[in-house]
């Protein structure tokens, strides 16, 4: 009896694996319910993989159902965890290095007082001295022109990123998805008009080999979930019960940010098709790596932590669940060499620093 009660739980579990599965598949505004499931990936793995265990030792012939259903879905594994050897660069002087990083507008953890906002770009800017990128995307990004503490000055004069773009400009400002390069900027700009200042869609030209690379950097919808929303979810991951009327709230926006994702994705996928030169797609993507998002990126581009990442990589810091949802995807003839993924809590963010090589064509 009690075998047959842990096969119908186990049972339960096995349909939940094959929703994760169709979610990537279906149109969020389609079966919106449906676009909840790629939350749940990493949980439903692993009690299928227990239950896998259990059946080994107490009725073998039950494993079948659970172990069947992992494997249906082995190509999302990759995306969890990381098994692939980095191969280091042969000629540092042939690469292109490249660095994603949501900053949150400095002010993380609202840490809105000007010593606090100093402190984190400073820290930040340590990293990219640390990384050295010759490519540098930045999404929730804002900073003056002129000043001691001047992020922007201190990019070009300090660490030598000579050429940017940014989607909003002033004399006395760059805001938006803003891009330094060490490389001359051929060509820049904003593919479709921006919907918001942080959410706009910017790409530059440059020429580090002998053919020419756009450098595509993005940022899809966010949840636009209030700090109490978010305090309420890192309650729930600490085993309190939240209230019904925040519950639904969640819900109801994360639902709302998945369909607005689908149409920015679908949006995207267009502007690759008509791009000729080889590219670069990075960016937060606020999708987890089992989203209808991510299957659509990944039908035209390689993800690069699933090609040399190793181990997990959450790219996220705040009270979500910690998923990687910022990438660095590239499309044919670019090979990712070296993935490398932060770890200190300078924003709700980590940067992503991936190393490329050029594939020659025969």
Not at 61 to 74: E, M, N, R, S, Y
Not at 82 to 96: A, M, N, Q, V
Not at 191 to 218: G, Q
Not at 346 to 360: G, I, L, N
């Amino acid at each position: 009896m009690i075998k047959r009660i842990l096969y119908l739980i186990n049972l339960i579990f096995v349909l939940l694996l094959l929703g994760v599965y169709a979610g990537t598949y279906v149109r969020p505004e389609a079966l919106p319910i449906l676009s909840l499931f790629n939350y749940i990936y990493p949980f439903v793995l692993v009690i299928n993989s227990l239950f896998c265990v259990l059946w080994l030792f107490i009725k073998w012939k039950f494993l079948f159902v659970p172990l069947a259903t992992i494997l249906l879905g082995f190509d999302f594994i990759p995306r969890f965890i990381g098994f692939s050897s980095e191969e280091l660069p042969k000629d540092e002087l042939k690469t292109l290095k490249v660095t994603t990083y949501n900053v949150g507008s400095f002010a993380y953890e609202t840490q809105n007082t000007s010593e606090l906002r100093n402190r984190n770009m400073d820290s930040i800017l340590n990293i990219i001295t640390t990384e050295n990128p010759d490519i540098v995307c930045f999404q929730e990004y804002s900073s003056s022109k002129k000043g001691q503490q001047s992020f922007h000055r201190k990019m070009i004069k300090d660490l030598n990123y000579e050429y940017y773009f940014a989607p909003s400009e002033s004399k006395q400002h760059v805001s938006g998805n803003v891009i330094y390069s060490k490389y001359k900027i051929n060509r820049s700009g904003c593919p479709f008009p921006m919907k918001e200042n942080f959410r706009d869609y910017s790409f530059i030209d440059i020429k580090p080999w002998k053919e020419s690379l756009r450098i595509y950097n993005v940022h899809l919808t966010s949840y636009k979930m209030t700090e109490e929303e978010k305090s309420k979810i890192g309650d729930i991951r600490s085993g309190k019960i939240s209230d019904k009327e925040t519950s639904l709230s969640v819900k109801d926006k994360l639902i709302k940010a998945n369909i607005e994702r689908s149409k920015d994705t679908r949006q995207i996928v267009d502007l690759l098709n008509q791009t000729k030169q080889r590219y670069i797609l990075v960016g937060d993507m606020n999708s987890t790596p089992y989203s209808y998002t991510y299957q659509e990126f990944t039908k035209l581009t390689n993800d690069s932590f699933v090609k040399v990442g190793n181990g997990f990589s959450g790219t996220y810091n705040g009270p979500l669940p910690a998923y990687r949802i910022d990438y660095v995807f590239c499309g044919d003839g670019i090979k990712p060499l070296t993935y490398l993924c932060g770890d200190k809590t300078y924003s709700d963010h980590k940067p992503v620093t991936v190393s490329f090589e050029f594939e020659k064509t025969e």
